[in-house]
């Protein structure tokens, strides 16, 4: 996934910034889409999909800190770009320290906002691709019969042949053909593959 290939979300209540920026970075050639209060962004947005989230702090009933609250509450992708002509330190320092990518004051020079979201794009992207890895990996498993999904924690323990036939009281050979089935599906050589499989994926 390319940076250039994500969503850019501006969200801000000042609406010659709003659209000031919004032109800047369709002109870059930037997928850009402008809202104009948080409320809106969160009803409307996928924040489901990887991108960067452009956030004015101040606006309205919901600020940009709420938004930032509520996009990990639902465990978004979104990368949070704070612009704002209200920030201060102890702010700043709070939300970078709880995820946030950075925190640009207004007016802010082009160049400063650029090199920030290009940095933002590229945190976004290799998020993106943990993202789609992941969905690929959980595609991957629920191929697995429901036996193989029963033998699979227990090679993941490492148990031998003789003790999972026994755990699951089935013959050896029946373990063998189910492991065998399990590492090819899920494309793993052994069990130390298939743990580390299982665990990044949340399995």
């Known amino acids: 996934m390319k940076p250039m290939d994500l969503i850019v979300y501006v969200v801000d209540d000042d609406e010659d910034c709003r659209s000031s920026l919004s032109h800047l970075l369709a002109s870059r050639g930037y997928q850009v889409q402008a809202f104009e209060s ?72 082009d160049a400063a906002l650029m090199a920030a979201l290009t940095n933002a794009l590229v945190d976004a992207a290799t998020i993106g ?23 699979a924690p227990l090679l993941r323990q490492g148990l031998s042949t003789k003790a999972i036939a026994k755990a699951i009281d089935v013959g050896g050979r029946t373990v063998d053909t189910h492991r065998a089935n399990i590492f090819d599906k899920l494309g793993v050589a052994n069990a130390a593959e298939l743990e580390r499989y299982m665990r990044d994926n949340g399995l």
């Open 129 to 151: 691709a943990r993202h789609h890895a992941k969905r690929e990996a959980v595609a991957r498993w629920v191929t697995l019969t429901p036996r193989e999904k029963e033998v």
């Open 38 to 109: 948080g409320e809106v962004f969160l009803r409307l947005a996928n924040t489901g999909r990887c991108g960067v989230a452009i956030l004015d702090r101040n606006m309205g009933a919901v600020s940009g800190v709420d938004v930032f609250e509520e996009l990990q509450k639902r465990a978004s992708p979104l990368v949070a770009l704070f612009l704002s002509g209200h920030g201060d330190i102890p702010v700043a320092v709070d939300v970078t320290k709880r995820g946030a990518f950075g925190w640009l004051e207004k007016p802010y020079q």
